[in-house]
Every structure is written in C-alpha cells, then in structure tokens.
C-alpha cells in the first residue's frame, strides 16, 4: 500500500496522563502532603506514581510556573516555600477580585446556596462556642469557591484560579488557627450581605472581609515562621528565600 492511503494512525498523547500528574502533585502541595522544601526528584516521583519521568518532568515545570515548586542547581525540584510577601500581595488582589466574583454571582446563586451558606454561618458560631478547633475553614474551602464558581464569567475565573492555589494552600495549613470567634463573624457579616441581595454591598463585604481574612491567615504564617527560625538559627528563612 503507498504511504499516501495507509491509515493514519495517531500517537498516543501524554496530554491525559501529564495532566493526571500535574494535578496529583498539585493537589499534594496545596493540601499541605508536600510540606515546604520537600526535594521531588522525578524518578522518585515517576516510581511513586507509577509514571515515566516524562509526565512527571512536566507536571513539575508547569508547578514551577504556578510558583508552587522551585528550581533549584542540577535542575532538581523542591516544593516552594511560603513566599510570605508575594502572599500577602495576592491575598490583596484576590480580595478585590472576589468582590467582583460575588457581585456578578448574587443574581445567579439558587436557594440551594443561600441555605447552604446559611448552614455553614449556623456552623461556624457552634464551631466557635465548642472546645476543638476548627477542622476546616469553611470560609475558605468552601464559600470563596461558591461565589466564584457562581460568577458566570470565565475570564474573571481564569484569572483567580492561580491565586486561589496559593489562598488554599495557606489555609489548609494556618487557617485553622485563626480564632473561631472572629472566623464566625466574618463569614456571618459575608451571609448577611449575600441575603440583603445588594451587589455593591456583597461586593464591598467580600472584599473587606475576604481580605482581612486572608491577611489573617498569612500573619498566622509569618508567626509560625518567625518561631521556627528562632527555634533553628541556621534554618533558612522561609519567606521568599
């Protein structure tokens, strides 16, 4: 047969697999599995995972874009650290950016989400007045998704879902330090505005308490970091380092 009519056949892509990858690490390093300065040598990863060194090798730049691992002499890899300034800068602009995310979703949020937030606030208060820290924040898992999920604009989406990695990653580790109490009122202030049904008074909620909240997570950070390194001279600082 000449080459002209035999069958084309195409190649596999390593598209699926290298984003099944990607994803795995991510998710390992966001919810905190990959602690800060883990070294991920790739054959190590690629046995871990059970994958060639390909898809791993490429998961672990498209990471280092994202500024969640950091590359180091000999092309190694390592998880980033917390760059505590950096955070501080995208807990500002997604603040903003929430606010907007939680005027364009009001008009779209259904009664199932009003109830939801609605259990969540009832939660939070009981979560503040028990003896156990909170497990989970659910104000940062949980309602800052719901709002931008709602927004129904994929540009705005786009552009926080880089900075939500580095929010999530931050509250999974610190943000179930933050007092429960003012946990609690925060999200109730944030429910009280999504009923009163003004935009521009969501908005303006969102972005004050959003903020403040991330803000308070990262303070939560630097402390832990601060005592660390007084703890361990020698050890190098985390914040950017």
Do not use: K
């Not at 195409?10 to 966001?30: F, M, N, Q, W, Y």
């Not at 995972?49 to 791993?56: D, N």
């Not at 939801?116 to 009832?122: G, K």
């Not at 989970?136 to 994929?154: H, K």
């Amino acid at each position: 047969m000449p080459a002209s009519e035999a069958p084309f056949v195409p190649r596999p892509s390593t598209t699926a697999l290298s984003d099944g990858v990607h994803r795995r690490i991510e998710d390992e390093i966001v919810d905190g599995g990959l602690a800060p300065g883990t070294p991920l040598r790739e054959a190590d990863v690629a046995e871990r995972l059970g994958v060639s060194r390909t898809p791993v090798r490429e998961a672990l730049r498209r990471l280092a874009e994202a500024g969640l691992v950091r590359i180091e002499a000999n092309r190694s890899y390592r998880v980033a650290p917390f760059d505590l300034d950096h955070l501080t800068e995208t807990a500002v602009v997604f603040g903003s950016l929430l606010g907007l995310a939680g005027r364009l979703a009001l008009p779209h949020l259904s009664d199932f989400d009003i109830e939801w937030l609605a259990t969540a606030e009832r939660r939070a208060f009981g979560e503040a007045a028990g003896p156990q820290p909170v497990a989970e924040p659910l104000f940062g898992i949980g309602a800052l998704d719901l709002f931008v999920d709602r927004c129904d604009n994929a540009v705005l989406v786009s552009s926080m879902d880089r900075l939500r990695l580095h929010i999530r990653r931050a509250f999974r580790l610190f943000g179930p330090q933050v007092p429960r109490l003012l946990f609690a009122e925060r999200f109730g202030a944030i429910v009280a505005a999504t009923r009163a049904g003004d935009p521009e008074l969501l908005e303006s909620t969102l972005r004050v308490h959003g903020t403040q909240f991330l803000l308070d997570v990262i303070e939560l950070a630097r402390q832990d970091t601060e005592r660390t390194d007084l703890s361990n001279p020698g050890r190098q600082v985390r914040q950017g380092q």
